[in-house]
């Protein structure tokens, strides 16, 4: 992953193409691979799914967590089961499409299984916040020998740092890289609490190659949190997707469309060109600024042939052209040659 260019844009597409698939009317697969064509043609890095059998991840009654007036789905085991029917074959599909039109393919694996089909499909493993106290799967992501993002909403700095520990300890030289997001669906935009991803970097920043974002809150005209989120140091952006926002079901709501996402990714690109860092040297653009802003030593008063300059003699003033102020010590005490008029700017071979 350190060879891929930054910010990298995840697009979200969880379950969302099985809605997308009713709408266009063709199947799921193929509505999968249009939500793919889509986020890479508007400026994703990736296209992300998820991994999962509904009887593996959660038991029968667990409750919903979401809101329900968005997505009235009231046990967590019924959404499940009604969209995990995709599964290693078609996995391989999406992945060979991805790779085709130049779009890293991503799926969350949420067991065992999903670990092991998943690996050769992907440049990189992602975690789900939920799995950061899974330790039986991060131990088993962590034999692939693969970069690894971890999501940390509604976790402490002490499970994110158990959670890179047990990684570690498989695997001392694996990549990680951390996102922070917020566990509420949709986020207020007060609760997007994004000074945390400086927090985490100031904490995490031996440890983690890069730091990121993923982002629940509902899209904004200008996606302006996301943004903020790439100037705080989130060099990873994620964001559910779709491709019509005023679905009800599933992710929609909260999720950007093709418009956000090209938004997002012009924003980011204009962020990107505003901190470019010139570290070493000043900017071409400021050549002639500098030196037409900064000063140089001029005479303060008229001064006769044969006058020693005194300091009440000379004023620094601009232009920066000839006798800088940092040379003040070489010019008094010293004569003048020649008559010169108050307000001349010194050279060095008018003085002898």
Same mark, same amino acid.
Not at 63 to 91: G, I, M, R, V
Not at 148 to 161: C, G, K, Q, Y
Not at 254 to 283: C, F, G, R
């Given at each position: 992953? *350190?060879?891929?260019?930054?910010?990298?844009?995840?697009?979200?597409?969880?379950?969302?193409?099985?809605?997308?698939?009713?709408?266009?009317?063709?199947?799921?697969?193929?509505?999968?691979?249009?939500?793919? &064509?889509? $986020?890479?043609?508007?400026?994703?890095?990736?296209?992300?799914?998820?991994?999962?059998? $509904?009887?593996?991840?959660?038991?029968?009654?667990?409750? $919903?967590?979401?809101?329900?007036?968005?997505?009235? =789905?009231?046990?967590?085991?019924?959404?499940?089961?009604?969209?995990? =029917?995709?599964?290693?074959?078609?996995?391989?599909?999406?992945?060979?499409?991805?790779?085709?039109?130049?779009?890293?393919?991503?799926?969350?694996?949420?067991?065992?299984?999903? !670990?092991?089909?998943?690996?050769?499909?992907?440049?990189?493993? @992602?975690?789900?916040? $939920?799995?950061? =106290?899974?330790?039986?799967?991060?131990?088993? +992501?962590?034999?692939?020998? %693969?970069?690894?993002?971890?999501?940390?909403?509604? /976790?402490?700095?002490?499970?994110?740092?158990?959670?890179?520990?047990?990684?570690?300890?498989?695997?001392?030289?694996?990549?990680?890289?951390?996102?922070?997001? +917020?566990?509420?669906?949709? *986020? @207020?935009?007060?609760?997007?609490?994004? %000074?945390?991803? *400086?927090?985490?970097?100031?904490?995490?920043?031996?440890?983690?190659?890069?730091?990121?974002?993923?982002?629940? *809150?509902?899209?904004?005209?200008?996606?302006?949190?996301?943004?903020?989120?790439?100037?705080?140091?989130?060099?990873?952006?994620?964001?559910?997707?779709?491709?019509?926002?005023?679905?009800?079901?599933?992710?929609?709501?909260?999720?950007?469309?093709? /418009?956000?996402? %090209? !938004?997002?990714?012009?924003?980011?690109?204009?962020?990107?060109?505003?901190?470019?860092?010139?570290?070493?040297?000043?900017?071409?653009?400021?050549?002639?600024?500098?030196?037409?802003?900064?000063?140089?030593?001029?005479?303060?008063?008229?001064? &006769?042939?044969?006058?020693?300059? @005194?300091?009440?003699?000379?004023?620094?003033?601009?232009?920066?052209?000839?006798?800088?102020?940092?040379?003040?010590?070489?010019? !008094?005490?010293? @004569?003048?040659?020649?008559?010169?008029?108050?307000?001349?700017?010194?050279?060095?071979?008018?003085? !002898?």
């Amino acid at each position: 992953m *350190t060879q891929i260019k930054l910010p990298y844009i995840i697009a979200e597409i969880w379950v969302n193409y099985y809605d997308i698939a009713k709408e266009e009317n063709i199947s799921p697969l193929e509505a999968a691979k249009l939500m793919i &064509k889509k $986020a890479k043609e508007w400026g994703a890095n990736s296209a992300k799914f998820q991994s999962y059998k $509904a009887d593996k991840i959660v038991s029968k009654d667990s409750p $919903a967590y979401w809101d329900t007036n968005c997505e009235s =789905t009231k046990t967590q085991h019924e959404l499940f089961q009604k969209f995990d =029917t995709f599964w290693e074959d078609e996995y391989i599909e999406l992945s060979n499409y991805s790779q085709e039109i130049w779009i890293d393919f991503l799926s969350t694996p949420f067991d065992l299984e999903a !670990v092991d089909f998943l690996n050769p499909l992907m440049k990189y493993y @992602k975690i789900a916040s $939920a799995d950061i =106290t899974n330790y039986p799967l991060l131990k088993k +992501v962590a034999t692939k020998n %693969k970069p690894i993002i971890l999501s940390t909403w509604a /976790s402490n700095i002490w499970e994110i740092e158990k959670a890179i520990s047990i990684i570690k300890d498989i695997n001392n030289s694996i990549e990680i890289h951390i996102l922070h997001c +917020v566990l509420s669906y949709p *986020t @207020k935009n007060e609760n997007a609490n994004l %000074k945390r991803i *400086t927090h985490l970097k100031n904490i995490f920043n031996s440890q983690i190659e890069w730091f990121g974002y993923s982002d629940h *809150t509902l899209p904004s005209k200008w996606m302006a949190i996301c943004t903020w989120a790439y100037m705080l140091w989130a060099n990873i952006i994620e964001k559910h997707f779709t491709l019509n926002k005023t679905l009800p079901w599933n992710d929609h709501y909260h999720a950007m469309d093709v /418009s956000d996402l %090209k !938004v997002l990714k012009n924003n980011l690109d204009i962020v990107v060109e505003w901190l470019s860092v010139n570290e070493i040297n000043y900017q071409e653009c400021e050549k002639i600024p500098r030196a037409q802003a900064r000063r140089s030593i001029v005479l303060n008063k008229d001064l &006769k042939a044969r006058d020693i300059i @005194k300091e009440e003699d000379i004023i620094m003033k601009r232009p920066w052209t000839w006798i800088w102020p940092e040379y003040l010590d070489l010019i !008094v005490w010293r @004569k003048i040659n020649k008559d010169y008029n108050e307000d001349t700017i010194l050279q060095f071979n008018y003085i !002898v």
